[in-house]
C-alpha cells in the first residue's frame, strides 16, 4: 500500500549547503496495516519451534553460546568488519594471528552487549530508552566506534550514504527532533496507543529505530539486538535463538530498499513481508543447524567408542571440544584434569580420523579445531 512520505522533511542548512532531513510519524501506521495473516500465523508457528529446541538439545546453552557469537560476526559485517567466527574464537583464546583487532573487539562488544541487555531485561529491567543507551555504551566501549559518543544519543545531524547530508541517500532527524522521536517509538514498546502483535511490533520498531538512527555509529547493530530483545521480553523465545543478520546480509539491497520505501512510500506492508519471510527461513534454518550438530556429535562419538583403550581419553577431549571448538593442550589438560602427553595423544587419534584439525603448522603452541563442526557452525559468516 502507498501511504506516501511516513513523515516531514525539515528543511537544514550547514556553512556550505542546505538538505532536507526526516523526520518520522509515530507508530503505528495509518491506515493500519494490511497483514497477510498466513504468513504472519506461519512466522509465530516457526518461532514456536525453535524456543521448543532449548528442550530438545542436550546441551541448549553450548548451541546459544556459539549462536550468539554467530550472530555477533554477521551483524558486525554487515557495518564492514571482516572477521570470521573462527577470528572471533581464536581472539577469546587471546590468539589472533593477522586480524584487524579492532574488528574482532566490536565483535566482541556485540556479544557483551547483548548479554548485558539480557540480564538486564530477566531481571525486570524494562526495554527503555534508558537500557538502550546502556548496551550502546558497552556495545561502542573498544573497536572503531568508541570514539563516537558510547551510551549517548546523538547531539548532531548524522546521514546515511554519501560524503554529506547533501548527497547522503537518506538523512535522519535533525538532533532537537531525536529525543521526541524516541520517546514516541519507547511507548510503542510498550503496547501504547495500541496493543501490537509481537512480530508485528518488532518489524515495525525496527524500522523505526534505523530511521530516527540516534546514536553516531552502531545503529545497525542497535537495531537488529533490538528485534532479540523484544522476543525475549515478551516471552515468544526462552533464549535468544532468533536472528536476522544472516538474511539481513544475503539479502542487503532489498533490506535497504524496504526500508527506504517505508520512508518514502508507506508500503509497510513489503517490509513486513519481507520480515517474517526472513523469521521463518531463519527459525527453520536453526532448528536444522541444530539437529546437524547433535547429529555430528552422535556421528563422532560412536567412531571414536570403536577405538577401543584409547577411546576413554579421547571421548574426554571430545566432550571438551563440544563446548570449546578451538583447543589449546595446556588449556584442555588443566580443564580435563589430563596431563598433557594424554590430551596430545586423544588428539592424534581425534586428527587420524578427522574429528579435529591442527590450525598453526607450529611444532609448539599448536592449535586444534573440530573442524566440522566449526564448519556448520560458521555457515555463511564469510566476510563480505
Not at 119 to 133: D, K
Not at 308 to 333: C, D, F, M, T
Request: net charge negative; charged share 25%; glycine share 8%.
Amino acid at each position: 500500500m502507498n501511504r506516501g512520505l511516513q513523515g516531514n522533511l525539515v528543511r537544514q542548512t550547514t556553512a556550505s549547503e542546505g538538505f532536507e532531513a526526516f523526520v518520522p510519524f509515530a507508530l503505528p501506521p495509518n491506515p493500519p496495516l494490511d497483514i497477510d495473516l498466513d504468513l504472519l500465523e506461519h512466522a509465530n508457528r516457526a518461532v514456536g519451534r525453535l524456543d521448543a529446541l532449548t528442550l530438545l538439545l542436550p546441551d541448549p546453552s553450548l548451541f546459544l553460546y556459539f549462536y550468539v557469537r554467530k550472530e555477533a560476526v554477521l551483524s558486525s559485517q554487515i557495518e564492514g568488519t571482516q572477521s570470521s567466527l573462527s577470528d572471533l574464537l581464536l581472539h577469546e583464546y587471546h590468539e589472533a594471528p593477522g586480524v584487524p583487532i579492532d574488528d574482532v573487539e566490536e565483535v566482541s562488544q556485540y556479544v557483551a552487549a547483548l548479554n548485558h541487555g539480557l540480564e538486564r531485561l530477566r531481571g525486570g529491567f524494562p526495554l527503555s530508552l534508558r537500557l538502550i543507551r546502556e548496551i550502546h555504551g558497552i556495545l561502542l566501549s573498544k573497536g572503531r566506534g568508541s570514539t563516537k559518543t558510547p551510551g549517548e544519543f546523538r547531539r548532531s545531524q548524522n546521514w546515511v550514504g554519501g560524503t554529506r547530508p547533501g548527497n547522503a541517500r537518506f538523512v535522519p532527524p535533525p538532533p532537537e527532533e531525536v529525543m521526541v522521536c524516541l520517546g514516541e517509538l519507547e511507548k510503542f514498546l510498550h503496547d501504547q496507543p495500541v496493543r501490537t502483535p509481537l512480530l508485528l511490533k518488532a518489524a515495525l520498531s525496527h524500522v523505526q529505530f534505523e530511521t530516527i538512527h540516534p546514536f553516531l555509529d552502531g545503529n545497525g547493530r542497535l537495531g537488529r539486538l533490538l528485534i532479540t530483545f523484544l522476543l525475549c521480553i515478551e516471552g515468544a523465545l526462552s533464549e535468544p535463538l532468533l536472528y536476522l543478520s544472516l538474511y539481513f546480509k544475503e539479502h542487503r539491497d532489498t533490506y535497504y530498499d524496504l526500508l527506504q520505501r517505508v520512508r518514502v512510500e508507506g508500503d509497510w506492508e513489503a517490509w513486513v513481508n519481507f520480515f517474517l519471510e526472513g523469521v521463518i527461513g531463519t527459525a527453520e534454518q536453526a532448528v536444522k543447524t541444530a539437529q546437524r550438530i547433535t547429529n555430528l556429535f552422535t556421528d563422532d562419538r560412536t567412531r571414536i567408542e570403536k577405538m577401543g583403550q584409547a577411546a576413554g581419553n579421547a571421548l574426554r577431549v571430545h566432550s571438551y571440544l563440544q563446548k570449546k571448538p578451538v583447543l589449546e593442550i595446556p588449556r584442555a589438560s588443566a580443564e580435563i584434569g589430563v596431563s598433557q602427553p594424554t590430551v596430545t595423544s586423544a588428539l592424534k587419534r581425534l586428527e587420524e580420523i578427522g574429528v579435529v584439525k591442527e590450525i598453526t603448522g607450529k611444532a609448539r603452541d599448536r592449535i586444534y579445531v573440530y573442524k566440522e563442526y566449526l564448519d556448520i557452525l560458521g555457515e555463511g559468516t564469510q566476510p563480505l
